[in-house]
C-alpha cells in the first residue's frame, strides 16, 4: 500500500465517523392518474442505498426563489456525503431527479426532509461520495 493509500484510507475513516445522519436514497417512477378514483397515484420507489451518511447545509448557498406551477419555492443546497466505498445496486448511476430523504439525524428538524439530487462527484482521491442535492421547499 503507497503512502497515499494510507492517507486516503484514513481520511474515509475520518469521514465515516462524521456521518451521524442515516438517509435513504431512491428513485421514485412517474406518478399515474387513476380516472376511477380520480386520484393522483404516486410513482413506486426504488431504494438504491439506505444507511449512514453526513448531510450539509452549503454555506454560500443563497436560497434561490423559483416558481413551481403557482408555488414560490426557495432552492437551499446540501451536500450529501456517503461512505466512499458505496455502490449502488446494479451499477446504478446517481441521477438528477433522484432523492435523498433523511430518516434520522442527531439535529430533529431534519428527519424527513427530503432533498432533490442535482449531481454527483466521482474521484479516486475522494474521502466520501458528495452528491449535490437541494431542498425545493
Same mark, same amino acid.
Given at each position: 500500500? #503507497?503512502?497515499? *493509500? ?7 475513516? %475520518? ?17 399515474? !392518474? ?5 386520484? &393522483? ?18 454555506? +454560500? #448557498? ?18 450529501? +456525503?456517503?461512505?466512499? %466505498? &458505496? #455502490? ?31 449531481? %454527483?462527484? !466521482? #474521484? ?10 437541494? *431542498?425545493?421547499?
Amino acid at each position: 500500500m #503507497s503512502q497515499l *493509500d494510507t492517507v486516503l484510507a484514513a481520511g474515509r475513516r %475520518a469521514a465515516e465517523a462524521r456521518m451521524r445522519d442515516t438517509v435513504r436514497l431512491y428513485s421514485q417512477g412517474a406518478d399515474s !392518474f387513476d380516472r376511477t378514483t380520480g386520484n &393522483t397515484v404516486p410513482g413506486v420507489q426504488t431504494t438504491l442505498y439506505a444507511g449512514k451518511a453526513r448531510v450539509k447545509a452549503i454555506a +454560500q #448557498s443563497t436560497g434561490e426563489e423559483a416558481e413551481a406551477g403557482e408555488r414560490e419555492l426557495v432552492l437551499r443546497e446540501y451536500e450529501v +456525503q456517503l461512505p466512499w %466505498a &458505496t #455502490s449502488l445496486p446494479g451499477g446504478t448511476r446517481v441521477l438528477p431527479g433522484m432523492r435523498v430523504e433523511v430518516t434520522a439525524s442527531p439535529d430533529a428538524r431534519m428527519v424527513g426532509l427530503v432533498l432533490w439530487v442535482t449531481g %454527483a462527484a !466521482f #474521484s479516486d482521491q475522494a474521502t466520501a461520495w458528495r452528491i449535490r442535492t437541494e *431542498d425545493r421547499s
